[in-house]
């Protein structure tokens, strides 16, 4: 079953004068419990993409569904309860509050949701991303793939039905990039939906299904062989 549908998207920007084309006519799909890896150079619309399916920014023209409705024209107010419910997001910045200790930074969407934090919850996401240790440390305290898995872990909290994460290990050494990958596949393996921007080509096929862009057209839609487990 498909839980994301993007039919002939399309994104016009303007500059001054100057129409720029930055998505044309991109139409995909994504199950429930996929992975997907999205590759392209540096502006071919990968990030765009990525905003739109994730109900960030509106499509020039086109549509985005959500488990079959149509979610294109949705009113603000709607928007944000379908983001808060069904999805999480993971960026390049960890934007983690320096001033808080990672479990708080973890339960900080619950603030904003106001529900009460379920303790134990807490523990086993930390205990999960490896950092059961590091949950009373604040982000200076921690290395750049313990905030990113902070940043993954927070985005867990709401129980969302899919990841979308741009390039979250754009800022990352190969060993921290390679433990978010194995980390994605553990989440994929319990059944959440991943689709993730990244220009590391290796990386990308760790995931089920490779989706290229380039110059705003998907140009590639290629399925794993042997995606690592």
């Keep these: 079953m498909n839980l994301i549908e993007a039919q002939d998207l399309s994104k016009v920007y303007h500059r001054g004068s100057e129409e720029i084309h930055a998505l044309k006519g991109v139409s ?5 419990g996929e992975f997907v890896s999205i590759v392209g150079p540096s502006g071919s619309g990968k990030t765009g993409l990525l905003n739109i399916l994730g109900l960030l920014d509106d499509p020039s ?16 107010k709607q928007r944000v309860v379908l983001r808060r419910d069904t999805i999480g997001f993971v960026f390049q910045q960890f934007f983690l509050i320096p001033t ?4 708080e930074n973890l339960e900080l969407p619950l603030l ?3 529900t009460k934090p379920d303790p134990k919850k807490t523990e086993s996401i930390l205990e999960m991303l490896g950092l059961a240790h590091r949950g009373d440390h604040l982000p200076y305290q921690l290395s750049g793939g313990e905030m990113q898995r902070v940043a993954i872990g927070r985005a867990l909290m709401n ?10 290990t754009g800022n990352l050494d190969s060993v921290s990039s390679e433990m978010i990958y194995n980390l994605f596949r553990e989440l994929r393996n319990k059944g959440l939906t991943l689709i993730v921007v990244t220009h590391n080509t290796d ?3 760790r995931a089920d299904r490779v989706i290229t862009i380039r110059d705003g057209i998907l140009t590639e839609n290629e399925q794993v062989c042997c995606p690592c487990s």
Excluded at 28 to 32: F, G, N, T
Excluded at 61 to 76: A, I, P, Q, R, Y
């Design 28 to 32: 995909l799909s994504v199950k429930a």
């Design 203 to 205: 990386l990308a096929k």
């Design 61 to 76: 023209g086109g549509s985005v569904k959500v488990h079959g409705t149509d979610v294109t024209h949705l009113k603000e």
């Design 100 to 103: 808080m200790t990672a479990r």
């Design 112 to 114: 904003f949701s106001r």
């Design 159 to 168: 129980d969302p039905e899919v990841i979308l994460a741009d390039e979250p």
